[in-house]
Each structure stands twice: as structure tokens, then as C-alpha cells.
């Protein structure tokens, strides 16, 4: 298939291959406008300053905000209602209800990764990016979530509720020797810059900053970014978004 593109390429008049590459924009163009009709009037469930917010976050980012209502739920409601129940079984945020939806299958989506997907697909972000680049994005926020979320996030409520200190204490030696160094090296970050996506090419902020945040704001709550400048620079960086304030608020 490319050997075949590439030998069109050679052989069309350069007035022709310009008209095409001019078509197949416009095609993508049309893709995603119609791809954006997927999320009119659809719900976003969220609970503030849960594992909800960097989804919420990127709604913002993305100006999806007026085709997706942000609904903010307390825990209580999401454990015991029973209209929420009977939409979602699984009693999470967030949650993203679609258009027309009220059952569970096909119309709902849960687990945030699963709706970060969704909004960069139809919404066109990362359609100029690489695979790799792509790639890239994902490795992060499936890192934050399998390990810098549950080494920080457990223990910080462990903080909160006063309990269980050693618990405390060998995660804080977890995330101080292996995962900050390792975050600090994976991004290429330093204090004066850049987003965990820049050193690959990536311009501005990501999906990627926006959940890595979460944990981080938390780590930084518990005063484990001390030593870790770069960490403390990055996440300033990403509070003093307009979209972080929308959605932590």
C-alpha cells in the first residue's frame, strides 16, 4: 500500500497530488465535525478531585465543555442512589454518558483512560502526532495509572485518615528512590520546562500532564516533591492551566 502511494506520488502532475492531499484533509476535517456529533449532549459523571478531575481537565482543554455536561456527583450518591446504580453498576466516575443512552451497554463508558480515548479521537488532537508520539502518550498515562497513582493516591488517604504510617513511609521511599527519578527521566523534565510530551515533539500540554497531575498534587500535599524541582516546576505549570482551575474547583 505505500510502495503504491509513493509510486502515485512520483507519477501525478504535483497539481494533481496537491488536490488530493487538499481532498483528503478535507475529508478528515469532515471525519471529525461529524465524529464531534458523538458527544452533543452527552454527561460526564464526576466526583471534584477524584480520578474524575484530569478527564474533566481535558474536556476543558479540548473546548468540549458545551457539548458535554460536567455533572457533579458526592460519593454518597454514587455508592447508594439507585438511578445511578441501574446506569452504572460499577458505581465509578467517571463516567460518560452518551447521547440518547441510558443503559449501560453502548452507551456508557467508564474507566477514564477508556473516555480520554474517545475525546482525543473525536475531538482530532493528536491526528498530526506520530504513532509513536501516540504511543508515547499512552505509555505515560498507563504508567501514572498503574503505578504512580496506587503508590501515591493509597497512601496520601492513608495520610488523611491517620493510619497505618509504616504503610506511609515505604511508599514515600517507593515513589522517592525509584518513581520520581524515573518520571524526571522518562519526560526529559527540568525546572524551566518542558510538558512530559515535549522532549518527543509534542507542543503544549497533553492528556498525559493532565492525569499525571492528580498524583502529584497529592504527592506534593504529603511533601514528597521536595527534592524534586523539576516535579515542582512541571506541576505549577500544569495549576496554572485556566482548564486545571475548571476542573479541581
Known amino acids: 500500500m505505500l510502495a503504491a502511494i509513493s509510486i502515485l506520488s512520483r507519477t501525478l502532475p504535483a497539481a494533481a497530488f496537491q488536490t488530493t492531499t487538499t481532498t483528503a484533509r478535507a475529508f478528515r476535517l469532515l471525519s471529525t465535525r461529524q465524529s464531534m456529533e458523538t458527544l452533543e449532549d452527552s ?3 464526576h466526583i471534584p478531585k477524584t480520578s474524575s478531575a484530569p478527564v474533566v481537565q481535558l474536556i476543558h482543554e479540548l473546548q468540549l465543555h458545551e457539548d458535554i455536561k460536567i455533572e457533579t456527583l458526592s460519593f454518597d450518591h ?3 442512589d439507585v438511578k445511578y446504580g441501574a446506569l452504572n453498576p460499577k458505581r465509578s466516575v467517571p463516567a460518560l454518558k452518551l447521547r440518547g443512552g441510558a443503559s449501560y451497554t453502548g452507551s456508557l463508558i467508564t474507566e477514564s483512560g477508556a473516555i480520554i480515548s474517545l475525546l482525543l479521537e473525536v475531538s482530532g488532537e493528536c491526528a498530526a502526532w ?3 508520539q501516540r504511543t508515547k502518550m499512552w505509555e505515560s498515562i498507563f504508567y501514572t495509572g498503574t503505578t504512580v497513582f496506587p503508590v501515591v493516591v493509597k497512601a496520601y488517604l492513608k495520610t488523611i485518615e491517620e493510619q497505618d504510617a ?3 513511609e515505604e511508599a514515600q521511599k517507593t515513589f522517592v528512590e525509584t518513581v520520581a ?3 524526571i527521566r522518562q519526560h526529559s523534565l ?3 520546562g518542558p510538558w512530559l510530551l515535549s522532549a518527543g515533539g509534542v507542543e503544549g500540554p497533553t492528556a498525559a500532564d493532565f492525569v499525571l497531575a492528580k498524583p502529584l498534587g497529592n504527592a506534593r500535599a504529603m511533601g514528597w516533591l521536595a527534592d524534586f524541582p523539576a516535579l515542582e516546576a512541571w506541576l505549577d505549570r500544569v495549576k ?3 482548564s486545571y ?3 479541581y474547583s
Open 43 to 45: 454527561v460526564l459523571y
Open 190 to 192: 527540568d525546572p524551566t
Open 245 to 247: 482551575e475548571k476542573a
Open 78 to 80: 454514587v455508592r447508594n
Open 130 to 132: 506520530s504513532a509513536v
Open 166 to 168: 509504616t504503610y506511609v
Open 240 to 242: 496554572k492551566l485556566p
Open 181 to 183: 527519578p524515573l518520571l
